[in-house]
């Protein structure tokens, strides 16, 4: 008999008899993980801490209402970012003095390079919802340098000096930090770009439109959607797909040489399968809110198992997207070779896709 947990993962509790070994848990959720809630959003994360397979990217689930503003600050890892919902206005400056200040909708990215300052605010009218990643998987959300902790730990005397005012304007500033705040709605974009233009600026985009974009790949089964530094040229450590897979359909068995994969899940019902040496084969479940973590050049295929289009995110901590296809190896390899693996006629070789579809059909 299965429990409501349980339940949510058929392919765990009865997987396919093909299934061999084990592999580290590479499951995870944002559906138990804490929410911290605040006056104007709350936010939630999966760090290496809760996931341990999870290196090299650490995720957030973040909500901010219409004028909630996510603070001041800054953190050693890089932030990318993919808006869910609603819409939110981004701000930075890189170090050399160039501002940026541009909204983004669902669909839409953004990138703040290791360091750099930046604060987010919910626009009307019902704020934004978004899923960030940091280019480590420690980095956790709620260990970032906060503009109001600094302030507040500074002697009233060494901020008059920085800022060339009597220490008696600092009299009221916040004594423990604000995270998440209810802030007034912004005026027009155009209105703040105005106000903080910088005489240059930055040399790429902080924001990249990604869903309303061009497809990298298309089929019958579904599409798949590509950003790395090659189109988000400011994406410099991260690249991701975002990947819709029909009903049935499925992302064909692959493999990634350049970088892990963390993966969220936006809507629908999956099942992943892994391998890896050994051998080792696991397949498990994945949902809305769900994660999943693949090492380095480890096979996998994603499933749509549901009746509604799958929708997930491959992220990696990685200059460029890179995919090996196993359909597109055996077909461009000498048949003689291939059918003498798998004793399968070269008449059936022949039908195999040649093109890397990326997704599969029902
Ligand atoms: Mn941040
Ligand atoms: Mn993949």
Known sequence: MQNALSGQFPAAFSPPTTDVGDLPQFWASFNNAPRRIQDAGWARQVTQADFAVAESVSGVNMRLDAG?????????????????????????????GRTYVADVGAGDLWYFPSGYPHALQGLGPDGAEFILCFDDGKQGEF????????????????LASNFGVPEAVFGRIPTHDLYIFQGQLPGPLKADQAEVRSAEM?????????????????????????ADSANFKAASTVAAALVTVHPGGMRELHWHPNADEWQYYVKGSAEMGVFNAGPKAVTTNFNAGDIGYIKRS???FVK????????????????????????EWLTHTPAQMVTAHFSIPADALAKFPRNAPGVVPA
């Open 143 to 158: 260990n970032t340098l906060l503009v109001t902790d600094w302030m507040a730990h500074l002697p009233p005397g060494i």
């Open 298 to 300: 480890l096979g996998h």
């Open 68 to 96: 909630g503003i996510r603070e001041l600050h800054w953190h050693l890892a890089a932030e990318w970012a993919i808006v869910t919902y609603g819409t939110c206005r981004v701000t930075t400056i890189d170090p050399a």
């Open 202 to 226: 930055p040399p790429n985009p902080f924001t990249f439109r990604l869903a309303g974009g061009p497809k990298a790949k298309q089929s019958k089964g579904g599409f798949i959607q590509i």
């Open 304 to 327: 749509n198992v549901g009746n509604t289009d799958l929708v997930f995110l491959e992220v990696f901590a990685a200059n460029a997207y890179q995919d090996v296809a196993l359909s």
